[in-house]
């Protein structure tokens, strides 16, 4: 596929058809009716208005007129000849027949050829006048004379009489036939392009009547202009009209540029360019006036704006029926909002059609080079099927060593190439700043993360991401990938990294966002950043470290975004800037943070040193997210009573932390409890209250013997993890998780008990109570207990999933065993 060109050739002829006739036989009956049937079928047809004609010869402008017409129609009529003026003309088409390859064809009206041909009847007395008039031996009308015989020698059509219409249409039918239309350029090599034109042209549907607008979406220079180009060429011959308007948003960006391209419109329908368009609502109506009764077929390439759509395609009435209307953009909402009947979504090329069409330029009629498979593959993965790419790489690489191909792969690895960020830049340049930062963020960041992770965070950074991420989909910026995944084209990326880079080349530290480590290194470690820097992440593997300096963050006041790992401090305690909104900082070297910033919205510190939370916790109004994983030096839980905005609080792994804070019983909003693997924890609060709490994970708590008493109906908790603890039994009041549907209770060594209770959660399916040896004891429906010895003992010992909920008071063991 190939990048965008223009909209066509020029045409060779300025005319399609130059009409000769004799006015005072046809000009008000045939001639009209043939005029505008050719002008209605897309064919600009050349007339004369002039009925009274000064002079005796024919004007320069019509010498002119004939000369810049491709096919010239003579309409012979019964007093053709008497018309000195009609001779002349004849003459002058004779002429350009022979000098310039003008097509002739002759219409012979109520004549018969012979009498044109051997110049009798009216044609032979109107001869015989200008001869007396004129002289017996003048060359002007032995011109005129040869010129009749050699027109009426040719191939035309005859009429004597019969339907006026029926004649006409036929002539129009061939004239369009030999018109035809100057086909668009696709492309040098259409590989791959064949097979996508076929997927449009199924949605097109040519068989109907109806009036039908399409959608062909995609990144850019994924080929969408390509696409529609071999589709207009191919069926463009089954419409009375043919438009094709390139660069709609470049031009409708100009002054009167909708204008323009209005009037671009009709001029391309009508084939004619004395049409004005004043204003777009006026053009509007005049589009919809003209065109409402003829079968059309009109692209609109490049399209980024509704604004445009409803200037020159408001709504399917304003076209005749059959007409097809297609429309190219980058941005989908366009599409979707102006109510298409279908969308095709460019994909890229495959492995295969990349390889051939990189292929054709780099190694034409296989005159291969030393060119190993994997520098051919590493090309390939760069352009990742995006056809521009290939197209601006492969000739570039036509005939170099493979020297020059490893450095071109260098280079590009440091900075995109220019020709193609060029065109991928125009879709990030229309967007909005809320778009753009999220871009940004995703292209430097976020790329290959889960969706839920980088709308949180984002969201945590205030940015607004759920319709942010949204607009970019549509744009053909990023995509979502496995329904999870937040992902861009590789190519998209770098365009994106390299607009960050270039806010400032030589000092990372006056950029928006850095990532790389030699950046981050440079500007942590020297203090360098500014007021520029919104965001640092740097995510390094174990056996690398970042040493820190005390100042490092002093002058970046505006730094919202910080995630780093294996990073240590040289020197005294770090001071955050008071805008940070998220730090995600595992294995945090501090043991009592310093400056914890008053807006925070995330604090992860997993796997660190960290002893307690340090400050007052009013402050912390903005917290939602608190991760101490794995810190081994915890000993006592935040008081999270002021904290009425957090909603996840992660303890796992805490092997120090004994207790529990009462705070966290009675907490609003939190959801999300985890202290899995707080092996030492034996103390939760004695009664449970939180109403939005939704899991609470306490698996492998050893040293837990006791749950909390839930005093009231709690209508959040769905799971409930009690595995490998020392819990004897549950509280009567478990019946008040009303909302519970799954409960862990493997291995819980010491349970013997199960409380009848139990049997009125209305949403339990699944309890898990394998590997619970002094489990004896189940409750029936009359709250007794039966022994669950021998056999009944393994079966319980199996995790147990039912299949039904239950209803009401829980039935008995054996018929619930049963169930199961």
Same mark, same amino acid.
């Given at each position: 596929?190939?990048?965008?060109?223009?909209?066509?050739?020029?045409?060779?002829?300025?005319?399609?058809?130059?009409?000769?006739?004799?006015?005072?036989?046809?000009?008000?009956?045939?001639?009209?009716?043939?005029?505008?049937?050719?002008?209605?079928?897309?064919?600009?047809?050349?007339?004369?208005?002039? /009925?009274?004609? @000064?002079?005796?010869?024919?004007?320069?402008?019509?010498?002119?007129?004939?000369?810049?017409?491709?096919?010239?129609?003579?309409?012979?009529?019964?007093?053709?000849?008497?018309?000195?003026?009609?001779?002349?003309?004849?003459?002058? =088409?004779?002429?350009?027949?022979?000098?310039?390859?003008?097509?002739?064809?002759?219409?012979?009206?109520?004549?018969?050829?012979? %009498?044109?041909?051997?110049?009798?009847?009216?044609?032979?007395?109107?001869?015989?006048?200008? %001869?007396?008039?004129?002289?017996?031996?003048?060359?002007? =009308?032995?011109?005129?004379?040869?010129?009749?015989?050699?027109?009426?020698?040719?191939?035309?059509?005859?009429?004597?009489?019969? /339907?006026?219409?029926?004649?006409?249409?036929?002539?129009?039918?061939?004239?369009?036939?030999?018109?035809?239309?100057? @086909?668009?350029? =696709?492309?040098?090599?259409?590989?791959?392009?064949?097979?996508?034109?076929?997927?449009?042209?199924?949605?097109?549907?040519?068989?109907?009547?109806?009036?039908?607008?399409?959608?062909?979406?995609?990144?850019?220079?994924?080929?969408?202009?390509?696409?529609?180009?071999?589709?207009?060429?191919?069926?463009?011959?089954?419409?009375?009209?043919?438009?094709?308007?390139?660069?709609?948003?470049?031009?409708?960006?100009? *002054?009167?540029?909708?204008?323009?391209?209005?009037?671009?419109?009709?001029?391309?329908?009508?084939?004619?360019?004395?049409?004005?368009?004043?204003?777009?609502?006026?053009?509007?109506?005049?589009?919809?006036?003209?065109?409402?009764?003829?079968?059309?077929?009109?692209?609109?390439?490049?399209?980024?704006?509704?604004?445009?759509?409803?200037?020159?395609?408001?709504?399917?009435?304003?076209?005749?029926?059959?007409?097809?209307?297609?429309?190219?953009?980058?941005?989908?909402?366009?599409?979707?909002?102006?109510?298409?009947?279908?969308?095709?979504?460019?994909? +890229?090329?495959?492995?295969?059609?990349?390889?051939?069409?990189?292929?054709?330029?780099?190694? *034409?009629?296989?005159?291969?080079?030393?060119?190993?498979?994997?520098?051919?593959?590493?090309?390939?993965?760069?352009?990742?099927?995006?056809?521009?790419?290939?197209?601006?790489?492969?000739?570039?690489?036509?005939?170099?060593?493979?020297?020059?191909?490893?450095?071109?792969?260098?280079?590009?690895?440091?900075?995109?190439?220019?020709?193609?960020?060029?065109?991928?830049?125009?879709?990030?340049?229309?967007?909005?700043?809320?778009?753009?930062?999220?871009?940004?963020?995703?292209?430097?960041?976020?790329?290959?993360?889960?969706?839920?992770?980088?709308?949180?965070?984002?969201?945590?950074?205030?940015?607004?991401?759920?319709?942010?991420?949204?607009?970019?989909?549509?744009?053909?910026?990023?995509?979502?990938?496995?329904?999870?995944?937040?992902?861009?084209?590789?190519?998209?990326?770098?365009?994106?990294?390299?607009?960050?880079?270039?806010?400032?080349?030589? /000092?990372?530290?006056?950029?928006?966002?850095?990532?790389?480590?030699?950046?981050?290194?440079?500007?942590?470690?020297?203090?360098?950043?500014?007021?520029?820097?919104?965001?640092?992440?740097?995510?390094? *593997?174990?056996?690398?470290?970042?040493?820190?300096?005390?100042?490092?963050?002093?002058?970046?006041?505006?730094?919202?975004?910080?995630?780093?790992?294996?990073?240590?401090?040289?020197?005294?305690?770090?001071?955050?800037?008071?805008?940070?909104?998220?730090?995600?900082?595992?294995?945090?070297?501090?043991?009592?943070? =310093?400056?914890?910033?008053?807006?925070?919205?995330?604090?992860?510190?997993?796997?660190?040193?960290?002893?307690?939370?340090?400050?007052?916790?009013?402050?912390?109004?903005?917290?939602?997210?608190?991760?101490?994983?794995?810190?081994?030096?915890?000993?006592?839980?935040?008081?999270?009573?002021?904290?009425?905005?957090?909603?996840?609080?992660?303890?796992?792994?805490?092997?120090?932390?004994?207790?529990?804070?009462?705070?966290?019983?009675?907490?609003?909003?939190?959801?999300?409890?985890?202290?899995?693997?707080?092996?030492?924890?034996?103390?939760? *609060?004695?009664?449970?209250?939180?109403?939005?709490?939704?899991?609470?994970?306490?698996?492998?708590?050893?040293?837990?013997?006791?749950?909390? /008493?839930?005093?009231?109906?709690?209508?959040?908790?769905?799971?409930?993890?009690?595995?490998?603890?020392?819990?004897?039994?549950? +509280?009567?009041?478990?019946?008040?998780?009303?909302?519970?549907?799954?409960?862990?209770?493997?291995?819980?060594?010491?349970?013997?008990?199960? +409380?009848?209770?139990?049997?009125?959660? +209305?949403?339990?399916?699944?309890?898990?109570?394998?590997?619970?040896?002094?489990?004896?004891?189940? @409750?029936?429906?009359?709250?007794?207990?039966?022994?669950?010895?021998?056999?009944?003992?393994?079966?319980?010992?199996?995790?147990?999933?039912?299949?039904?909920?239950?209803?009401?008071?829980?039935?008995?063991?054996?018929?619930?065993?049963?169930?199961?």
């Amino acid at each position: 596929m190939s990048s965008p060109s223009s909209s066509s050739s020029e045409a060779k002829w300025p005319f399609d058809v130059f009409l000769s006739f004799r006015g005072e036989d046809v000009r008000h009956s045939f001639l009209a009716v043939l005029h505008r049937c050719l002008l209605h079928g897309g064919i600009n047809a050349y007339i004369d208005s002039e /009925d009274l004609r @000064p002079g005796d010869e024919i004007s320069p402008a019509l010498t002119k007129a004939i000369e810049e017409s491709r096919i010239a129609v003579l309409v012979f009529s019964e007093n053709y000849a008497s018309s000195r003026w009609c001779l002349d003309e004849l003459v002058k =088409v004779m002429e350009c027949k022979r000098l310039k390859g003008q097509l002739v064809l002759p219409v012979f009206y109520r004549v018969e050829p012979r %009498e044109i041909r051997w110049q009798r009847d009216s044609y032979g007395k109107a001869l015989a006048r200008h %001869e007396k008039k004129l002289g017996k031996d003048s060359k002007r =009308v032995k011109k005129w004379r040869e010129a009749l015989i050699e027109a009426a020698n040719l191939s035309g059509w005859h009429y004597d009489q019969g /339907d006026d219409i029926k004649f006409i249409e036929s002539i129009v039918k061939e004239i369009s036939t030999i018109v035809g239309r100057v @086909p668009l350029r =696709v492309a040098k090599y259409p590989v791959g392009v064949d097979c996508r034109v076929e997927k449009v042209k199924s949605l097109l549907s040519m068989g109907s009547d109806d009036v039908r607008m399409i959608g062909i979406w995609g990144t850019g220079g994924v080929g969408k202009t390509t696409i529609s180009k071999a589709v207009y060429n191919s069926i463009a011959d089954q419409f009375d009209g043919c438009s094709f308007l390139a660069n709609v948003r470049e031009t409708s960006s100009r *002054p009167n540029g909708l204008v323009h391209l209005q009037n671009e419109l009709l001029s391309q329908i009508l084939r004619k360019k004395t049409l004005v368009v004043l204003n777009v609502d006026g053009g509007a109506n005049l589009i919809r006036d003209i065109l409402c009764c003829r079968k059309i077929l009109f692209v609109l390439d490049d399209v980024d704006h509704r604004d445009q759509l409803n200037a020159l395609a408001g709504e399917c009435e304003w076209f005749g029926k059959g007409s097809r209307i297609i429309i190219t953009t980058r941005n989908k909402c366009v599409l979707t909002s102006h109510r298409m009947d279908y969308v095709y979504k460019v994909k +890229p090329l495959n492995q295969g059609e990349a390889l051939e069409l990189l292929s054709l330029y780099a190694f *034409p009629g296989n005159q291969t080079k030393d060119i190993s498979e994997d520098l051919i593959n590493n090309i390939l993965g760069y352009a990742n099927g995006l056809p521009l790419a290939i197209v601006v790489l492969g000739p570039f690489l036509y005939g170099r060593s493979r020297r020059e191909w490893e450095s071109t792969l260098e280079k590009l690895a440091e900075s995109p190439n220019k020709d193609i960020n060029s065109v991928l830049k125009i879709s990030f340049d229309a967007l909005e700043d809320n778009e753009r930062d999220i871009f940004l963020d995703i292209a430097c960041f976020f790329k290959g993360r889960e969706r839920d992770y980088v709308t949180g965070v984002l969201d945590g950074c205030g940015s607004k991401t759920f319709i942010g991420i949204q607009t970019l989909i549509e744009r053909s910026l990023v995509t979502i990938e496995d329904k999870s995944t937040v992902q861009m084209h590789d190519l998209i990326q770098l365009m994106g990294q390299d607009f960050v880079k270039k806010e400032c080349l030589n /000092d990372p530290g006056k950029r928006s966002r850095l990532w790389c480590y030699d950046d981050v290194f440079e500007v942590l470690s020297e203090a360098t950043g500014t007021d520029n820097v919104k965001g640092i992440v740097l995510r390094l *593997p174990r056996q690398e470290e970042l040493d820190i300096s005390p100042d490092a963050f002093t002058r970046m006041r505006r730094l919202k975004l910080l995630i780093i790992s294996n990073a240590q401090i040289s020197g005294g305690p770090v001071c955050l800037p008071n805008d940070l909104r998220w730090l995600e900082w595992p294995g945090c070297p501090l043991s009592t943070p =310093v400056c914890v910033p008053k807006k925070l919205v995330c604090f992860d510190v997993h796997n660190s040193r960290i002893v307690e939370f340090g400050g007052n916790l009013k402050v912390y109004k903005n917290l939602k997210f608190i991760n101490f994983r794995d810190c081994q030096s915890l000993v006592c839980m935040p008081n999270v009573e002021c904290t009425p905005n957090l909603e996840e609080l992660i303890l796992r792994g805490c092997k120090n932390l004994e207790h529990a804070h009462e705070s966290v019983a009675y907490h609003d909003k939190l959801q999300f409890l985890d202290l899995c693997g707080c092996s030492r924890l034996h103390q939760l *609060p004695n009664e449970l209250r939180s109403k939005n709490l939704r899991h609470l994970n306490l698996n492998h708590c050893s040293t837990l013997q006791r749950f909390p /008493d839930i005093p009231d109906k709690i209508t959040g908790i769905e799971t409930l993890n009690l595995e490998s603890t020392s819990i004897e039994e549950l +509280p009567a009041s478990i019946e008040n998780l009303v909302s519970l549907e799954r409960m862990d209770l493997m291995y819980c060594h010491k349970l013997a008990i199960l +409380p009848s209770s139990i049997c009125r959660l +209305p949403n339990l399916r699944i309890l898990n109570l394998r590997g619970c040896p002094k489990l004896v004891k189940f @409750p029936n429906e009359e709250e007794e207990e039966e022994d669950l010895s021998d056999a009944h003992m393994k079966k319980v010992a199996n995790n147990y999933k039912r299949s039904s909920r239950f209803q009401g008071n829980c039935v008995s063991y054996q018929q619930w065993v049963a169930n199961l």
